[in-house]
């Protein structure tokens, strides 16, 4: 008789909201979390330091340019030389074997410092490059990551030239040796993870959406009120961030930091990655890593096997590149759009048929 | 020039003066506190004439990007490997024939056809897709650049020029004065003037050729406005192509003017790809003055940098660049 509806308490409603948005979580995203978190009590360290590690790295590098490129539609080839400058910087101030020029600072003012220092280097790049548009920003970005390049060659005060610095190792926190397999698996999976999804986040953030609005149509955007270069610039720093943590985990990785790392062909590679992941959404890029490591790992054996010389590797990885972006300028990812739309296309009619309910 | 006069006084002052000061130097026996100062005049006068044939080096490679950029807003990433292309197959040419002039020819045919092709197979089908020519053309070169070092292995090579051409020849500059009085004249390499001079003709003659006769008029007004120019009956297409085929085969002719100055290697693909953008982005998109002004610059601030500033020659070129993008981001001759 009591026409009394039930609410539920403050501590039930926090419970429900944490449901519906675990609920919100699509169930791929749940088997691919288990498998990565499971993988190393399967896996060698080899795999999981070189292949894992080097993919969740390269990846984020890669994420970098995808957030450019796809939320923002600058194709910067800076990204690798942001990425460098953010482990140079942390040789620099941190510790390495060229005790005459590391400071030997310690972790937490450096890490933060190679950070900082990234972000106004690359909001610098960025000024510079939102200047021009479209093909341009591409020209200009090599140009720039060339000078970055030649400059820490030819630079011995700083940047120790040709040599770089050697032994740059993670510090000891919590008494973990952070370059051990799996604690460098785990760590690099934390960062590409949380890379991930703040780029998904900021993409559905205001600013993220002003900044897809700016891509799509910079004019109306600025007849809006928008500040068209603020917002182009400012995605420059956002993805200096991922570019440097990704830099700073290269160098931890190889545990050296030279000219080589930064070169013109590394800035290519990771157009490529980037690419070839596809710059819709940015999972992109970690696929597009995954495939890159592997190949990069196993080509010789395979081209060696099928009875080719193993030098021809970069023949592989370019005329892949190649094939991918003539047929598909979206990458995998466009391929598996693709299918998936060829796939829910009634052959009758060729029209999408209506999605039941899964 | 007189309208810039007129429109840009002071500037026109500097510039005046500053060509001045160049010529009193290259002219002028230095007073000895000169030469305390900045180092001998014959340092000064080689990294001058240095800078100055680099700079008709660049010009080569960076004219046949800048017009077919122009014309087709074709984005070719490529055309560093065009110029190694060109290198490889004058040297070879040169080396099995034994006549140096052969190689011009051959090699600007050879890389002319790929220029063809490239833009038949490729271009054509993605008129217009910047981010897709410029992905497609950086596939290219990786490619190109691994099959021409597994053709023509990883050595370098050096075009020899013939004998008439080879070794210095003096000048009348005079470079400093002996106690006993005599007068110490500049010797420089023959090949180098002689290659310089070639390239200020090829860019009268493109000059002219694009000012003057009746398809560059219908080149300039395809830069202008394609779509108008193909509504008004030319074959587009085919001015396309042969556009295409200029730029390239004058990348290949580059490839044996470096393979002579300094050498054919892996590598130089990006070298001169990066020379040329610099090039291009300091002269202005699409313009052949531009691209004149722009490797002059570029030329002399490597030459002068790695003489004066050997650390930061480099930086210096990029330094430059940015300098130009920031306060004229057309470029020096661009049009907005």
Redesign the interface.
């Known amino acids: 008789m009591s026409d009394h509806v039930e609410t539920p308490t403050p501590a039930e409603r926090n419970h429900l909201r944490l449901g519906s948005w675990i609920d919100r979580v699509p169930p791929g995203y749940w088997v691919l979390g288990v498998i990565l978190l499971v993988i190393p009590a399967f896996v060698s360290d080899f795999v999981m330091f070189q292949i894992m590690g080097w993919t969740f790295i390269l990846g984020l590098i890669a994420l970098s340019l995808m957030f450019l490129g796809g939320y923002g539609g600058m194709?910067s080839l800076a990204q690798m030389a942001f990425a460098g400058f953010a482990g140079y910087m942390v040789a620099i101030f941190g510790n390495s074997a060229i005790t005459t020029i590391s400071q030997d600072w310690p972790w937490w003012i450096v890490i933060p410092l190679a950070l900082l220092l990234t972000v106004l280097f690359a909001t610098a790049v960025g000024w510079?490059a939102v200047?021009?548009e479209?093909?341009?920003t591409?020209?200009?970005t090599?140009?720039?990551a060339?000078?970055f390049f030649?400059?820490t060659r030819?630079?011995?005060d700083l940047f120790n030239g040709f040599q770089g610095f050697n032994s740059v190792l993670p510090p000891h926190i919590f008494g973990v040796d952070w370059r051990g397999p799996e604690a460098f698996y785990y760590l690099t999976l934390f960062w590409a993870v949380l890379g991930y999804c703040a780029v998904l986040y900021v993409s559905r953030a205001p600013f993220g959406l002003a900044l897809q609005g700016v891509r799509d149509n910079p004019r109306r955007m600025a007849a809006l009120g928008y500040n068209v270069t603020a917002h182009r610039v400012a995605a420059y720093s956002f993805a200096a961030i991922i570019a440097g943590i990704g830099g700073i985990l290269l160098t931890w990785q190889s545990s050296q930091i030279s000219p080589g790392t930064v070169g013109?062909?590394a800035a290519?590679d990771i157009?490529?990655i980037a690419?070839v992941g596809g710059l819709r959404h940015p999972i992109g890029p970690f696929i597009g890593a995954f495939i890159y490591v592997l190949l990069k790992t196993f080509a010789t054996d395979v081209l060696v096997a099928l009875g080719l010389s193993g030098?021809?590797f970069?023949?592989v990885?370019?005329?892949g590149?190649?094939i991918i972006?003539?047929f598909s300028?979206d990458g995998i990812l466009g391929l598996w759009e693709k299918l998936r739309s060829s796939q829910n296309r009634d052959p009758l009619t060729g029209q999408d048929r209506p999605r039941g309910p899964l | 020039m007189r309208l810039f006069a007129q429109r840009h006084p002071v500037w026109a002052g500097i510039i005046a003066v500053l060509i001045a000061i160049l010529l009193w130097l290259i002219f002028a026996i230095w007073p000895d506190g000169l030469k305390d100062a900045i180092g001998r005049k014959k340092v000064f006068l080689n990294a001058l004439f240095n800078g100055i044939t680099l700079g008709g080096l660049y010009f080569l490679v960076a004219s046949g990007f800048t017009l077919i950029f122009g014309l087709m807003r074709n984005?070719n990433l490529a055309h560093g490997s065009l110029y190694l292309l060109g290198g490889y197959v004058g040297f070879h040419t040169a080396d099995i024939t034994g006549y140096w002039l052969l190689a011009f020819p051959v090699a600007f045919l050879v890389v002319a056809v790929f220029g063809v092709l490239l833009q038949i197979l490729v271009f054509r089908r993605m008129e217009g897709?910047?981010?897709?020519q410029?992905?497609?053309t950086?596939?290219?070169s990786?490619?190109m650049?691994?099959?021409m070092?597994?053709g023509f292995g990883g050595d370098f090579f050096n075009i020899s020029p013939p004998p008439w051409l080879s070794g210095p020849i003096e000048t009348f500059l005079v470079t400093a004065q002996k106690s006993n009085g005599d007068l110490v004249y500049l010797k420089y390499p023959m090949v180098r003037i002689v290659i310089f001079v070639a390239a200020v003709v090829v860019g009268v003659v493109m000059w002219l050729a694009l000012n003057r006769t009746r398809i560059g008029m219908m080149i300039r007004a395809g830069v202008d406005d394609r779509d108008m120019l193909s509504a008004t009956g030319a074959r587009i297409q085919i001015v396309f192509i042969g556009v295409f085929a200029f730029g390239a085969g004058l990348a290949g002719i580059a490839g044996v003017v470096g393979g002579t100055f300094q050498s054919v290697a892996p590598g130089e693909d990006?070298r001169f790809l990066?020379a040329s953008?610099?090039v291009v982005?300091v002269g202005g998109?699409g313009s052949i003055p531009g691209a004149a002004l722009g490797a002059l610059l570029i030329g002399l601030a490597e030459q002068f940098g790695s003489v004066y500033f050997p650390?930061?020659?480099?930086?210096l070129t990029?330094l430059i660049?940015?300098v130009v993008?920031?306060f004229r981001?057309q470029g020096l001759m661009g049009t907005e």
Request: glycine residues 4%; negative net charge; aromatic residues 12%.
């Open positions: 194709v510079l200047r021009t479209g093909i341009y591409i020209m200009i090599l140009a720039i060339a000078a030649y400059f030819q630079n011995y013109i062909n290519i157009l490529v690419v030098d021809r970069q023949l990885i370019g005329l590149f190649l972006v003539f300028p | 984005v897709e910047d981010l897709r410029t992905l497609v950086i596939g290219i990786i490619v650049a691994d099959l070092l597994w990006i990066l953008l610099v982005i998109m650390t930061y020659a480099v930086v990029f660049m940015v993008l920031a981001p």
